[in-house]
């Protein structure tokens, strides 16, 4: 039983929170997310080539840094404590991880285009009808000779608007919420009969609807055997919501101390509002719930080397965690602000944004607690 | 005990919905419903409409323009405003500075400003809260000194910043609480001023909030000439108007009506929603069951708010059991717009503001959902914060 | 719209708190549960003769003043106040709603009898193996010649040590949970074939399994239509929720009073507790409670009258504040007692048992949430 | 980062398991089932056999009998003798009193009373409550007098009274806390005492717990005769001493194992409880997510005590932090008694104590679960309250 990082790890981690420090503020990030592209090449640049941390989590055999799923977890959070929106999450945790677990043609050059920084990858799963379910498909991957011929629409496609391909996925075959018949594309977005529409989000990230009119696929396009990719998903989902409660955890520790640190200044009644008792219970409260997301985040990754029905339930398990104290810290943080909490102008409302997106990301709490319930419990009546 | 509507209160429900479906103006609610930034105009027809008719100040003494209702006409008004989605008349001159100023106002004070604040002429702002004082009110710092002017009138030259001054962008007028007396007790030195805001020396400087809406503002004084005749009550006593008006209105403060309708909007929303299975989200075991918990506190805070309105029709004010209304009225809020945000799944990311409308990204319904969450935490921490009506309740009603 | 309590009903509380006050102390109390027959059947000679409130309920017409709801809501809140263990829910509000809404040929002379405290009534509906499903019976009362032989076991009768005669539930048909088919009887407990195993309850109530073995039963010993019973039942179950959750108002008042007192005296580092900022909202969300439920008793008791929807619906909705109010009242008034709260010689504690029980008393908040969503939502997918 | 057991410990679990398989009394275990009153000659019974094995004081230096066990190894065993149901090692004596002993206790003091601890001989209770001081320790008013006795001994004349003496109605000896300088500040005028239970002037009165049990005392001391070589450290120094005994023995505070074997219970008894639709109850939708939630928490917490034990094991000892143990611990054992109780449906009312088994009056799983839930209300007041203990960690953790 070993909770402690090793010192490359460690260094890991110093790495990315000092190039951050000096080029990831508050003001540094509202001004690359108020023009053109709305995100800043020159950071993604920095992590490939200054830092060298795009290939932390890749086998050393594919020039990666041999690093694995605590490497994603180190990054993410420090990449959650200043809020950035570069597409690390679905380029390294969620490309990487297909690349990785799935066989494909392309996938040993892809890798190499990761760590180069050159190839951006977003994730295309969600559809407009299906919640968070993840079977839910209308897109269609009709055969076509040796390659594929692709129809659909994605909703809501996080990095879209940056990524240089898609991953894709679709029914090779199946009725819309089967199991069965499921595959995964990845598609390069210059692709003819892709298009997309790109909007912000409400926390100054950027998506895409995404739309595929008869886009023909070659083969090689496919990760994974066809028709029977919903294990690989669940697996990369898993991986992708590890990753996000290791963000998480980077925003609740600065809605935490934050908020420590704001009431121990701000003077009421003649005295800092820390001083009042129901505050600092609060506070205790949000401390709770963050060292508890913390413990979830460390569970959860350790057991994405378990198999499947362990590893689907400690994600899960963690996710219902993670998303009830982002709402749990998020609300409070904003309340011991009082009216400076839901300005623009402070840091504290952006990372209670963040949060409360990361509440609903690759599926809510309720949605976890019933995969939770199936895993642990059986299904119901 | 009954729940029961006298026949005179059926026939005036009858008549405030007839008139709402009449007179609601049409390009109002389209501009509404498309989630467009409202203009001081849009916001000023309804209100000189309803004064019009007469309707404009219920609660105001009849002999100023008030409508002499019945706290249950009133209630019913306000039931019948929420269940049209109509836009509320704006309350900083209505029902915040007018009782005031009918209270504590000289003859000519009440001539001079209550026409315009009844008929939507003038729009006023409130100055009270300043950067170090929010639920400190009384610290405030904004000082007014008396000078005797060139033209030999006296006058108050007032400095300092005012904050959190909501809609104040669009304001003709506003009432200020000021410092006159730097020496004394925080709260016995303080007076309140009537100032137009086109004096020279005012700046309004636009708040962003959250969500990216502009409601808010910094107002800051700089030299700014106020003439004696503008302070209402004695000099240095302001703060017995800031209490009473703090006291005034306290109905309608549960918000019980608009949580009614933003309830139904709910449930009509989770019947169009999908749930995981595929089946509507109404009928997804885990958010209905948070739909009918919701409606239940609400149903307990509407007879919590009967019970109040009861005792005030029979003579007992509203005392500062009232607090539990906005304690429990702005949670209610609060989750219905985490609800509803939580129906919106993947369609409550977007940030498309007006630009949304029939964009066909996600269901309309979902049209910035999230913006109303995170405007929404704002109830819980304005006009004294729940924490500080807790405060109140244990020190009032507990005697603690 | 009117909130008020007529002269009567002032009077009728005032008789009641003031007896009460006088013969119903903790410690008077406590030595009437010590010792055999473990309740008081002086006091209830009082409340028929001395205070003449058992008739306060009734018509007119059958002996009783002419009150009704609000008559049984004052006296259960008052009944709650001082934890009154007599049984003025089985008897009158029970007992007596059965007598008035449901046809049956002994009724008028019943009445007179529960009137003159001489009938005292336990209502026998729940089985082992239902739950709070009052569908759900397996006793049966089987046709015979122009009469019914019953046989069955009902559970956890409250009451039913004290009582002089039963109402019972039972299957004159249909199958274990259907709605048709359910008949009700009046059963006198000194019938052949009835047996009991009397025991006290955690609130100091007792209670009975009671046994029905082949219990002859004349035609006129059946309350309202044969294999109809349904609707009756739910409808004086209805009024029972209203009156426990006026008692429990009652009941909720004395811990949230005795929690203020008690915090205002008992000091710690030198000042009272109770300027405990934390303490004091606790107290103030204790309170908030106490006023929602009173609301909510209000609600329901008004709306007995009306159609059976709507009733149904008030009744569970009250209900779920009323135990929702329960658990947060009674622990936290335990909670801010300390030591003191979990001792047997202070009041607190047995007000916190009483307030457990009605949590779950004719169902749990989960079976009222249930209850209410089928009325409010409709039928579920 | 990996949760990985290396081979010794799991050979340790196994050695663990099998003892306690084999050993465990089974009369005991036949009274733990029928939901007796244990008697002394019970609880000691399994301590006795504890010592014979060597494992009844496994935090001990191993000089003085303990184990020597890493922190995992310390885990294994809680996490056995939960699986396995067994009595814990009462803590008074081993856990509580021990520690103080051989920190602070002279080399004659703990040869006279480690052994009859460590053994199991002596029934040890705790005299640090009063009535007026709750958790105000500090507070306290039992006073010490110095006199020499006739003897020509020292001797301390104490007179006071101490409540919530767990166990106390069994005890031979116990250790107090007594006033020696009523005029030094309250913490500076403390001595630690340990008294002989069977002293004349000592008098032990049952208080009744609110599910009628009788675990606590109050203990009356009216002149009692204490040797001065009784005292532990310097004499007004008593409060070093009670201050390290609150820093002991932490680990386990959380009770993760003795939880996970509750959970256990609570779904199999909800697999044989029917819901309202006749379905089991482990079915039911919404009991089913209590039971998920529950389970849940449970899992945070039990990492959240891991990550402290691996602290532990680096070196870094257990801070403050070890709070969040026990107001989580806590939280979800009263959570776990109240869900039981709900499960128990009508049989949750019957109070039928140890007739109840077998008596046929509703199922053996219900037996007893109120009582259960009322005593465990205690675990969030005892200890250090809950909100004691969010006090201490605003303090001691987040610096305010």
Known sequence: MDFSFTEEQSMLRDTIASYLADNYSFDQRRAGLGREPFWRPNVWSAFADELGILGAAFPEAQGGLGGGYTENMVVMEELGKALVVEPYLGTVVIGGGFLKHGASAGAEEMIGQIIAG??????????????????????????????????????VVTGAPYATHLIVTARTGGGQREAGGISVFIVPKSAKGVTTRDYPTVDGFRASEVYFENVALGAEARIGGEGE????????????????????????????????????????????????????????????????????????????????????????????????????????????????????????????????????????????????????????? | MNLDFPPEDTAFRDEVRTFLAENYPRDLREKQERGETLSKEDYLSWHRILAKKGWSAPSWPVELGGTGW????????????????????????????????YTFGTEEQKQRFLPGIRDGIDWWCQGYSEPGSGSDLASLKTRAERITGDDGKEYYVVNGQ????????????????????????????????????????????????????????DVFLDNVKVPVENRIFHENQGWTCAKALLAHERSGIAGVARSKRGLERLRQMASNEMSDDGGTLIQDAFFRRKVAELEIDLTALEFTELRTLAGESSGKGPGPESSILKIKGTEIQQRLQDLALEAAGHYGAPFLGEAGHNSGIGPQHSLDLAGDYFNGRKTSIYGGSNEIQRNIISKMVLGI
Chains 1, 3 share one sequence.
Not at chain 1, 133 to 147: P, V, Y
Not at chain 2, 84 to 95: E, N, R
Request: glycine share 8%.
């Open chain 1, 118 to 155: 050159k190839a951006i990858l977003a994730f295309a799963y969600a559809e407009p009808q299906g919640r968070y379910n993840i079977r839910d498909l209308k897109t269609t991957a009709r055969k076509e000779g040796t390659g594929y011929v692709l129809n659909g629409h994605k909703a």
């Open chain 1, 229 to 381: 990719a919903l294990p690989l998903v669940e697996k990369v989902m898993d991986e992708a919501i590890a990753a996000t409660c290791a963000e998480a955890c980077g925003v609740l520790r600065r809605l935490q101390e934050g908020t420590v640190e704001y009431t121990k200044q701000r003077k009421q009644f003649g005295v800092p509002i820390s001083s009042f008792q129901v505050l600092q219970h609060r506070m205790v409260d949000m401390f709770i719930q963050l060292e508890q997301s913390i413990s979830m985040t460390y569970m959860a990754t350790i057991r994405l080397s378990d198999g499947d029905a362990e590893r689907a339930k400690a994600a899960s398990a963690a996710k219902v965690q993670i998303g009830k104290a982002c709402k749990f810290v998020g609300q409070n943080a904003v309340q011991l602000h009082g009216g400076m909490g839901v300005t623009d102008e402070m840091a504290i409302g952006h990372y209670f944004k963040r949060a409360t997106m990361i509440e609903g990301l690759f599926g809510s709490t309720d949605h976890h607690l019933a995969r939770y319930e199936v895993l642990s419990l059986g299904t119901a009546a």
């Open chain 2, 70 to 101: 019945t706290p249950t006409q009133k209630y019913i008004w306000s039931e019948e405003q929420a269940r049209a989605d109509t836009l509320g008349v704006l309350p900083f001159g209505v029902s915040m500075l007018a009782p005031v100023l």
């Open chain 2, 162 to 217: 005012k904050t959190w001054t909501t809609l104040g962008q669009h304001a003709d007028w506003g009432f200020f609480l000021v410092r006159t007396d730097p020496d004394a007790k925080p709260q016995a030195g303080i007076s309140f001023l009537l100032i137009d805001m086109k004096s020279p020396g005012i700046a309004v400087r636009r708040i962003t909030t959250l969500e990216g809406g502009h409601e808010v503002n």
